[in-house]
Each structure stands twice: as C-alpha cells, then as structure tokens.
C-alpha cells in the first residue's frame, strides 16, 4: 500500500462547476500536508498549505481529518486554467529526524469549456 | 530570478553511459532534493542533502551518485545507465527547519532516456 494515494482520474468538469479531490495518508506520524499543482511537462508547485482548521485560497479549499487520516482539496467556479495534476503531499519526520516529503501520484483534473 | 536551475534538460543515452546532472539554486537554501517521476509512480526520492557537507539516500538510490558540491549546487550522478533509469528528474531545493512551510521548489526537470 501506498503512504499517500489519490484517485488517478482524470476528473473531467464543465466550466464553472465544483469539483473535489480526496488524499488518504497511512503514517499517523505525519505533520504537515500541502497541495501541489503540476501542468502537463512542467515542474510541480506549491499550491497551498492544508492545516489543521481548514483553509482557503480564493476558489480552492483545503481540509485535513486526522482522525480518518485524509485531506481534501475543493475547487469551486472551476476554469480551464485548472486544467492540471493536483498532487498531495504528507511530510513527516524520518529515521534521521530530517522531515521526508510523501508525493501522492497526482489526480488529473480537466476542464472543458 | 533563477531559483532552480538543472541541466541538461534532454539527454539520451546509451545503456552503460555515465552522465551527470547538475542542479543549482540561488535561493540560499540548505536542503536540496534529486526526484525522478515515472508515469503512474508519483514523484520519488532519490538522494537529498539536508545541509551543505551532507548527504542521505531516499526511497530509490540504488544506481546513483550525488554530490553537494557547495550550498548551492547539488549534483545526481549515473555511473552506468540503464533503461530503468529512463525518467523525469526533478531537482528541488528548500529551507530546512520550517516543518509548516514545506514549499519545495523545484527546478524545470530533465528528461532522461537510455536506449
């Protein structure tokens, strides 16, 4: 079993619709949870932090459940410019103290219009 | 504006071939990262060096080499290369000591292939 899985996909959406992502993590000792974006031949990039309380960032929402051990990303009023693979990530403390960063393998997201 | 820059960004190359890529970043970060990314396997940990002077293995090392040449730079070595080693590398920098941050930044990639 994967440390962090997502849905593959592709999750395809109409324009101006609402669409969410789920992550589950299995290490317990994790710390720290993000979101990253990556377009199609590009380089991933942060696109928010997930706490404990919830956050959002204009249309995308981020929530993370301890207790049930996943985080979800939410875009609302999707745009073609969404059109991406959205990774999860878990960070925790390694063997070395050294905090590790988990990448899931991404769900793909399009948006047609 | 160069944050991380990694070269070659193409290369082929021929099963046995040695080759190095290299990785710099102008950020001033202590931590640097060597990831490859194969379809369907998300994005995996070669080598990292959590601060100039050291360096540990990740999830994948076995066939690589690294060296942190300095603070800035963070080279990925194949000794012999093989078809398995046919991938995406990723080279990522970060500051180290801020468990909430966790921003990696990542450079363009270089996309590896050996016949």
């Known amino acids: 079993r994967k440390e962090v899985e997502q849905d593959p996909g592709p999750f395809n959406v109409p324009e101006g619709a609402t669409v969410a992502f789920n992550c589950t993590y299995s290490n317990s000792a994790s710390q720290s949870f993000f979101w990253y974006r990556q377009d199609c031949r590009k380089e991933p990039k942060l696109l928010m932090s997930?706490?404990?309380s919830g956050n959002e960032d204009g249309r995308f929402t981020a929530q993370l459940n301890r207790a049930s051990q996943y985080i979800s990303l939410l875009i609302r009023d999707s745009k073609l410019s969404d059109s991406a693979t959205y990774l999860c990530?878990?960070?925790?403390?390694?063997?070395?103290?050294?905090?590790?960063?988990?990448f899931g393998t991404g769900t793909r997201l399009l948006v047609s219009p | 504006n160069a944050g991380v820059t990694q070269t070659p960004k193409f290369q082929v190359l021929k099963t046995g071939q040695s080759m190095t890529l290299q990785c710099a970043q102008d950020m001033n970060h202590n931590s640097m990262y060597w990831y490859r990314q194969d379809p369907g396997m998300g994005l995996r940990l070669i080598y990292y060096s959590a601060s100039e002077g050291t360096t540990d293995k990740g999830e994948v090392p076995n066939g690589y080499n690294v060296s942190r040449l300095n603070k800035r730079e963070f080279s990925l070595r194949l000794e012999s290369a093989a078809p398995s080693q046919t991938s995406v590398y990723f080279c990522?920098?970060?500051?180290?000591?801020?468990?909430?941050?966790?921003?990696?930044?990542f450079g363009e990639g270089s996309r590896l292939t050996v016949l």
């Open positions: 997930v706490y404990s």
């Open positions: 990522a920098s970060r500051t180290s000591g801020e468990t909430n941050t966790g921003e990696l930044f």
């Open positions: 990530v878990v960070a925790r403390s390694g063997d070395t103290g050294f905090q590790k960063l988990v």
